[in-house]
């Protein structure tokens, strides 16, 4: 099957699997973009499902729409990007995304320790977190958020 160059807003939807009320959503927050045909028929480059899968795993694991549109800005407009695009791209979110990956992993493997949230009820919260001297350096589960 030879694959077509443009894409109606039905196509991209079944290719990647959204729905075409979140594509227009999409496309109103400048996430991606179309051109309109003679007859006003929106019409998307095929790049599209690139950046759409790009949104769907990226939302997935918590990142905000408008975090991945401020990493999108780097993209350059009117031509499809390039693997060094996406390169630049990925340096630009690479520390935004380490930060998340290192708290997805303490969040795992924190729930089976104290996370020093105060609460004091593990057996290991005495140990991490005597009399919730955590407390002082701030709220919520200290040893969560520390950097
Ligand atoms: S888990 Fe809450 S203070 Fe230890």
Known sequence: MVAVKELTVGQVAMRSGVAVSALHFYEARGLIRSHRTASNQRRYG???LRRVAIIRVAQQVGISLAEIAAAFHSLPEGRTPTREDWNLLSTAW??????????????????TDCIGCGCMSIDKCPLRNKDDRLAREGTGARRLLAP
């Open 94 to 111: 690479r520390d935004g995304l380490d930060h998340k990956i290192s708290q997805l992993k303490k969040l795992r493997d924190g729930l």
């Open 46 to 48: 095929r790049d599209v």
